[in-house]
Each structure stands twice: as structure tokens, then as C-alpha cells.
């Protein structure tokens, strides 16, 4: 089947992306995989027609955002992010509106339409920099509550108003799931995603985003390692760094959107042209703009 993909990515001209939470033999097939950010420059610098991004629908989104000249396919367009679904244009308008003249700081995990009335975008890896940027007392944060408890736990003078979302996935690990692992593997390193709740970063010994996690897994001196994020990280860590242990934290680290893409949809997308991800142009450009400004902070 991986065979069948390449020879039809290439006859398409089509670049294949695949976030770090897809399945092992989509991101095995795929010519990129990193997070969502990652993927969407690699989006924007790809000479290929088409993008077939794996993952879900607002990272396929800002593909489309840079790189408006290239169709942009996903292999299960259903494959939504529940957290990203937490927060509507409205609700993100009226957000502001009760808080007038403070910044809006969103989570790139959001759709187009949130980013168009958005100041400034932010990843895990950049939020608490995005936000120490602003140079501003109180800052509007969305959708993730999680995210925004870090960057606040990491800016203690400025006051971070968060919108009450969260990833379903990241939000239901506990302490106690932790304190097990732990128990159980005494000499691995607990790296968790700043998506999980303050009593689990709280726990952690590094907080970090899944491209940091990439890198702190090859450079750390740690051989062993309990990895408190989505399970499909898993395959790319033991790729990145074969001679270390990683433990998954529970089989709950699972998000059921992120599984949906089977490497036979992605072959059918590329057969068939199908799962086309379009972004209304004046939407578009201000989501651009609120991800320009990250990237030029
Ligand atoms: S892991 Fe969480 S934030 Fe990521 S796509 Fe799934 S629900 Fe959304």
C-alpha cells in the first residue's frame, strides 16, 4: 500500500503531510511529518500542486492560509479538533468585546475564522514568548485553558483571561495517572504537553511541545522516558531516537479525530482528488495576518 501511495503522490505532483498523532504507516508513507506549524511551512515551501495533509481540519486550514496557490486535500476531511471546535468566530468576537482594547492571543489549534479575528497566533512551543511579547498587564487567551494555566504559571505578572476550552484528549490525564507511571518506571523522565491540566505539567519534569519532545528525546542524557502526550508521538520519538525507551502514559493518550485517517483514504484522496479544504479569501488574509505576527515576534 505505501508503494501504491508514493507512486500516486508522484504522479500527482503532491506532497504528503502527516501530523506526529497519525497512525505509524501514514506517517511512515508521508514525505513530512512534524506538528501542525511545522507541516504548514512545510505547506507553504513545497513546489508540489497538491498537499494531502493527514491530520485534521484546522492544520489543513492553515496550510491553505500559506499556501493559497495549492490545493490542499485532507484523506478524512470529517476529522475534526474538538478543541478547536470549542470557540466561533462569535463567541471569539464577543470575547474580545467584553474586554476591549486587550490583545486576543489564539492557539493555532482553532479554525481559520478565530485566526481572522485573532491578534496574534501562538503554538505550544511559542505561546508563553507570544504572550511576554505583547509587553501588555492582561491578555485574552483561546481556546485551550491548559495552555493558557502554563503560559500564566510562566508569566506571573501578567494576567492570562482564558477561554474555558480544552483538548479531550490531554484534559482527562490526572496526577494519579502520573504518580502510576511513575511508580512503575522510577528512572524515565516525564515529559508531558502543556495541553494536560496544571496538576500534570505540575508533575512533570519537562513541559514541552511535540517538536521540543523531539528534540529533548536525542539530546537529553535520559535513557527512558514517560511521554504524556497523544500516543502516535510515540512512533516518531522511537524513530527519532532508537536507542531510548518511551513509554506510553495510559492507552487513553489516544484522540479518536487524529485516528480517522487510514493510509488507504490517503491513497483514495490522491486517486481521486477528493477532501479539498477551501478558506473564503478575506478570511484567509486575516488569519494570515494573526500568524504573520507570530512568526515576526
Ligand atoms: S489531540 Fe486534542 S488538540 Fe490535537 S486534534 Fe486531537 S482533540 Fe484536537
Known sequence: MTAEVRELARERDAVLLAHNYQRAEVQDAADFVGDSLGLSRQAAATDAAVIVFSGVHFMAETARILAPDRTVLMPEPRAGCPMADMITRAQAEAFKAAHPGLPLVTYVNSSAEVKAVTDVCCTSANAVRVVESLGEPRVLFAPDRNLSAWVASKLPTVEVIAWDGFCPTHDQVTAADVETARAEHPDAEVVAHPECRPEVTALADA?????????????????????????????????????????????????PNMKLTTLEKVRDCLRDGTGEVTVPEDVRVAALASVERMVAL
Do not use: W, Y
Request: hydrophobic share 45%; glycine share 2%; net charge neutral.
Open 207 to 255: 513541559v514541552l511541545s511535540t517538536s521540543q519532545m523531539l528534540a529533548h528525546a536525542a539530546e537529553s542524557p535520559a535513557r527512558e522516558f514517560i511521554v504524556v502526550t497523544e500516543e502516535g508521538l510515540l512512533h516518531s520519538l522511537r524513530k527519532a531516537a532508537p536507542d531510548k525507551v518511551f513509554h506510553n502514559l495510559t492507552s487513553r493518550m489516544l484522540c
